[in-house]
């Protein structure tokens, strides 16, 4: 790439710049879990019972 052009670089940019987007759509639709205890990860009804309790109290 180097060697071909002098605007070869732009070639890389583009490249960098969708993956960017593309770690920015996954952040932005990813699911919090900081709250969320290790043991739980993963369990689909441990989730659906800690969101009740919290709608419920």
Do not use: F
Not at 43 to 54: G, L, M, N, Q, S
Request: aromatic share 4%; hydrophobic share 50%.
């Amino acid at each position: 790439m180097a060697g071909q052009s002098e605007q070869a670089w732009l070639i890389v940019a583009a490249i960098t710049a969708g993956c960017v987007v593309i770690n920015v759509i996954a952040i932005a639709t990813a699911k919090e879990t900081y709250r969320t205890p290790l043991s739980e990860l993963g369990d689909a009804d441990a989730a659906d019972a800690r969101r009740e309790a919290v709608h419920a109290g």
